[in-house]
């Protein structure tokens, strides 16, 4: 399974609450130059996952409409299992069931982090994206320990 773990775009200071922050104009930008870049790997995804929140589900809209352009027609399914403090391990299972080859994650800090960390056995913290960075993870099974990292880009500040 190809897993891409995309970290949404900048966001807006907190004006109500953490839940609807928007991107920015930045945020927008990088997360197109971010998806624009890995072009050439995306057009694998089958399917698109995000986290409930506004900037993770306006990341995963730009993701879709870029891969549209190519031909890639795809939805957005939202989960609860990938917002800041979710835990990796729960989102296994369903990884597991889905019975995709490869999946596109739109989500935040510190859980993009902590499911490459779980993903390819590194020490908790040792992965951190900055906002619009993607990885991409391989591996037979998603689990703990399971996966290699194949590359992670950060778009520059």
Same mark, same amino acid.
């Given at each position: 399974m190809k897993i891409f773990v995309l970290r949404h775009g900048q966001a807006e200071? /907190?004006?109500?609450? &953490?839940?609807?922050?928007?991107?920015?104009p930045k945020g927008r930008a990088d997360v197109a130059v971010s998806v624009q870049y890995s072009l050439s790997d995306?057009?694998?995804?089958?399917?698109?996952?995000?986290?409930?929140?506004?900037?993770?589900? /306006? %990341?995963?809209?730009?993701?879709? &409409?870029?891969?549209?352009?190519?031909?890639?027609?795809l939805a957005i399914k939202t989960t609860d299992l990938i917002t800041p403090e979710s835990n990796p391990a729960d989102l296994f299972d369903l990884l597991q069931a889905s019975n995709l080859n490869s999946v596109l994650l739109a989500s935040h800090m510190p859980f993009v982090g902590d499911l490459l960390d779980v993903l390819c056995g590194s020490a908790r913290g040792y992965h951190s994206?900055? %906002?619009?960075?993607?990885?991409?993870?391989?591996?037979?099974?998603?689990?703990?320990?399971?996966? &290699?990292?194949?590359w992670l880009r950060h778009v520059n500040a």
């Amino acid at each position: 399974m190809k897993i891409f773990v995309l970290r949404h775009g900048q966001a807006e200071a /907190q004006q109500t609450t &953490d839940e609807a922050r928007n991107l920015t104009p930045k945020g927008r930008a990088d997360v197109a130059v971010s998806v624009q870049y890995s072009l050439s790997d995306l057009n694998q995804v089958q399917e698109i996952w995000a986290s409930p929140l506004v900037r993770a589900q /306006q %990341t995963a809209l730009i993701a879709r &409409d870029i891969l549209a352009a190519q031909g890639v027609e795809l939805a957005i399914k939202t989960t609860d299992l990938i917002t800041p403090e979710s835990n990796p391990a729960d989102l296994f299972d369903l990884l597991q069931a889905s019975n995709l080859n490869s999946v596109l994650l739109a989500s935040h800090m510190p859980f993009v982090g902590d499911l490459l960390d779980v993903l390819c056995g590194s020490a908790r913290g040792y992965h951190s994206l900055n %906002t619009s960075s993607m990885a991409l993870v391989e591996c037979d099974t998603p689990a703990k320990n399971c996966g &290699d990292l194949r590359w992670l880009r950060h778009v520059n500040a």
